[in-house]
């Protein structure tokens, strides 16, 4: 296990609602980074952050949001739900920005119904 | 921008060496991935290279040549519990974004 933890582990919505998830970066790690993994493809960056700052978004609408905490930990928020938001939502840690290794967490599993 | 080709599945039998590979184009580079990835779980790190040549951990080697934007993950002695899905990934040119490919689905069968 990398000690990323991220909860829940599976949630169910309806379109036009609004989600928080939530990550807990390794112990050490001050980057976290988001990613959107639908079936049978690659994850998509969605952003970074890094010391409480977006770091670098991916090509993703505004209605993806997020926040890093003091402690390094990261939520994201995703508004006016889709039914293509339908994924696995994954969160990595590394120890830095830049370069260094990302390692995931469990993901979460979002259902938009 | 970045670009990663890796095959789609591919299938082998306990006990064989198999030879993922992976193709990129990226206009900086900052090092070269494989994750592994079992069905409904999370990427795994496996490997990094950043300079030319062979890296070795136990059943795993993964292999980099720059100037040709290629790589290969190599698994020797296969288990079944090999059978997942192996992603390469590049970083972005700022550093930040790990570009993946779609990912190789690998069978092991007895």
């Known amino acids: 296990e990398t000690g990323v933890t991220q909860s829940p582990t599976h949630l169910i919505k309806t379109r036009g609602q609004q989600v928080t998830l939530r990550c807990s970066s390794q112990s050490g790690h001050n980057t976290v980074s988001w990613y959107q993994q639908a079936l049978g493809q690659g994850p998509q960056f969605i952003f970074q952050y890094y010391r409480e700052e977006e770091n670098g978004r991916g090509n993703f609408p505004p209605r993806f949001s997020g926040l890093q905490f003091p402690n390094y930990s990261s939520e994201l928020n995703v508004n006016a739900l889709e039914l293509d938001d339908s994924a696995l939502y994954l969160c990595?840690?590394?120890?830095?920005?830049?370069?260094?290794?990302?390692?995931f967490g469990p993901g979460t599993r979002l259902l938009v119904l | 921008g970045q670009n990663i080709d890796q095959p789609t599945e591919m299938t082998a039998t306990e006990g064989a060496i198999v030879q993922i590979n992976c193709t990129y184009q990226t206009s900086g580079f900052n090092g070269l991935f494989w994750y592994q990835q079992h069905a409904g779980e999370a990427p795994t790190f496996l490997s990094y290279n950043v300079l030319d040549g062979l890296e070795e951990k136990g059943r795993f080697s993964s292999f980099l040549s720059r100037s040709k934007g290629y790589s290969y993950l190599l698994l020797k002695e296969l288990q079944m519990k090999d059978s997942a899905s192996y992603l390469c990934?590049?970083?972005?040119?700022?550093?930040?974004?790990?570009?993946f490919g779609k990912g190789t689905t690998l069978s092991v069968s007895s």
């Open positions: 990595a840690s590394s120890r830095e920005q830049g370069g260094e290794t990302q390692y």
């Open positions: 990934a590049v970083y972005n040119q700022a550093g930040t974004a790990l570009i």
